[in-house]
């Protein structure tokens, strides 16, 4: 599977441009972010952890999202929700449109703002990708550039106005029906474990010492995924060859080396941040898989 992005289709992007700093620092500022995109395009550099996404795109893709996988027909509108993983393939090499990224606090001034954020658009068992007919794709796009015009004046309500808009491309994509070209996994042991690597993955780089890990245990991540633990746990010792626990353990002594060795947390903060309720038991767990314990990582590094 091709975890690629284009500008707008990003995992966690690491691209540098002359611009990126500037987008990634207004992004976080405003919560919201409108911009044209094409195959030309930059990348921009930001955490798809953080931020929804809507955007509509004049270009063929197939994607990939959670356990499944759509193809779109050259007009379409996708739906991204940060707490799950997706992934897109391009088919066709000339592609433009418009995105639309902004965070959850942003949208959700409100109560009737949050209920659209738990429609079927962003819900893991719902249907992010919305092929378009040109009146369909034309109505779409007046609304994404009513969005770019506005996020650039100086009027007091403008906030108000993009969420307004923002509402209006969920209604209106509530209102047509999902695309039905699923892809179907010949797999389903491939497909689960693919989905359960790429969630795995999304939990990092821990950047924030007050917000611990999220999903600690193999149970988490069933849960998450809605599947019994045992199928998750069978399906990825089939794939792999290790178990599901083995995984998360090694991403997380991954992680913490890269904490003991490129921040200044205590030793404390980074057990809080991998999760662990006390350092006795991150120095355990880690000296259990390293063979040494956390502050000797630290030492060498010196």
């Known amino acids: 599977m091709n975890y690629l992005c284009f500008s707008y289709f990003c995992k966690v992007e690491k691209q540098v441009t002359d611009s990126g700093s500037d987008f990634n620092a207004e ?3 405003k919560g919201f972010k409108v911009y044209k995109t094409d195959s030309n395009s930059a990348g921009h550099s930001y955490s798809r952890k953080d931020f929804y996404k809507i955007n509509i795109t004049f270009g063929n893709f197939v994607f990939h999202y959670a356990e499944r996988s759509f193809e779109t ?21 000339a592609h433009n449109g418009y995105t639309c990224l902004f965070s959850g606090d942003f949208l959700k001034p409100n109560e009737r703002s949050e209920s659209l954020l738990q429609s079927p658009l962003f819900k893991i068992g719902g249907n992010p990708i919305f092929n378009l ?76 010492a007050n917000r611990p890990l999220g999903l600690k245990s193999a149970q988490d991540y069933a849960a998450y995924l809605s599947v019994h633990i045992n199928y998750l746990n069978s399906a990825v010792k ?12 090694e991403r997380i002594i991954s992680e913490a080396k890269a904490l003991l060795m490129h921040t200044d947390w205590n030793i404390s903060e ?23 314990v956390p502050k000797s990582i630290r030492t060498a590094n010196l």
């Open 73 to 93: 027909d050259d007009i379409f509108v996708f739906f991204g929700n940060p707490h799950i993983p997706y992934s897109c393939d391009a088919i066709s090499e």
């Open 27 to 29: 992004l976080k500022l």
């Open 238 to 249: 089939e794939i792999t060859g290790k178990s599901t626990t083995t995984h998360i353990g």
């Open 133 to 208: 007919n040109k009146a369909q794709a034309d109505a779409f796009t007046q609304l994404f550039q009513k969005m770019l015009a506005e996020q650039d004046t100086e009027y007091t309500y403008k906030d108000e106005m993009i969420r307004n808009y923002i509402s209006l491309l969920i209604h209106e994509a509530l209102k047509i029906q999902p695309s039905e070209n699923n892809f179907k996994y010949s797999n389903a042991s491939a497909r689960i474990t693919s989905v359960f690597l790429e969630l795995l993955e999304r939990q990092f780089p821990i950047e924030n």
């Open 270 to 292: 980074i057990a809080y941040a991998l999760g662990f309720e006390y350092p006795t038991y991150f120095n355990n767990f880690f000296k259990k898989r390293t063979g040494t």
